[in-house]
């Protein structure tokens, strides 16, 4: 059971590049959830989904944008990336109880 | 505006001390809290969660302890291993959209031998 699996690890992109960061869990879970974390700062929500098919934005959806197709993955898509979204990104699913985070994805925008 | 937030962002505890780590909310209409363990590299880990009709709540070796009167929530850890170095979150829901938790800065746990 892998649980969530976040895509890349690391990434450095430069200012105006596009990626999309890929999210999968293997729980059957109906929500998902993006997050960004930044130095000094609680983890802050940026998108997130009810189930398959739908989406909802969190405290800081400029910028990003994603995509739920199949319920077991969750994608978030950046754009044109910009200096400020420079952040540790954090994904996670959610059961009864608890959210279910990913490892994170380090994403660097020059 | 409503926040969360950890009095103290680093704590240093001996090896086999009991650690404490306290967190305040100010939002009046959390009704469910939980606490996050945080290793370096690695994604936040359930600890510990506590509902807002309740005041205190053991899990194996953390305890949750809830004061409503203060908005105050605490986590304290036995005997304190190295394994429990890592960064603490607490977080509260505020009863609505339930998954759109406030977290906490965190509180750096360093354990000394």
């Known amino acids: 059971n892998a649980g969530v699996t976040q895509t890349p690890k690391f990434r450095v992109l430069k200012t105006g590049q596009s990626m999309t960061l890929l999210c999968a869990q293997d729980?059957?879970?109906?929500?998902m959830y993006w997050y960004r974390q930044d130095p000094g700062m609680g983890l802050r929500l940026i998108h997130y989904?009810?189930?398959?098919?739908?989406?909802a934005k969190g405290e800081v959806p400029d910028g990003y944008n994603v995509s739920r197709l199949k319920k077991q993955n969750f994608l978030l898509g950046l754009e044109s990336a910009a200096p400020s979204q420079t952040s540790v990104y954090f994904c996670?699913?959610?059961?009864?109880?608890?959210?279910?985070f990913g490892n994170g994805t380090r994403l660097t925008v020059t | 505006g409503e926040s969360v937030g950890l009095h103290l962002p680093t704590l240093s505890v001996q090896e086999g001390d009991n650690s404490i780590i306290n967190c305040a909310y100010s939002n009046s209409a959390s009704d469910y809290f939980i606490w996050y363990k945080q290793e370096s590299g690695k994604g936040p880990q359930f600890i510990i969660d506590?509902?807002?009709?309740?005041d205190k709540r053991q899990g194996q070796r953390v305890t949750v302890l809830l004061n409503k009167t203060v908005k105050h929530l605490s986590l304290q850890i036995a005997a304190t291993q190295p394994g429990d170095s890592a960064v603490y979150f607490c977080a509260e829901n505020h009863g609505l959209a339930w998954g759109k938790l406030q977290f906490g800065a965190g509180t750096q746990v360093v354990v000394t031998p």
């Open positions: 506590i509902r807002s009709n309740m």
């Open positions: 989904s009810v189930g398959e098919g739908t989406t």
């Open positions: 729980m059957n879970h109906e929500y």
């Open positions: 996670a699913s959610r059961d009864d109880w608890a959210l279910h």
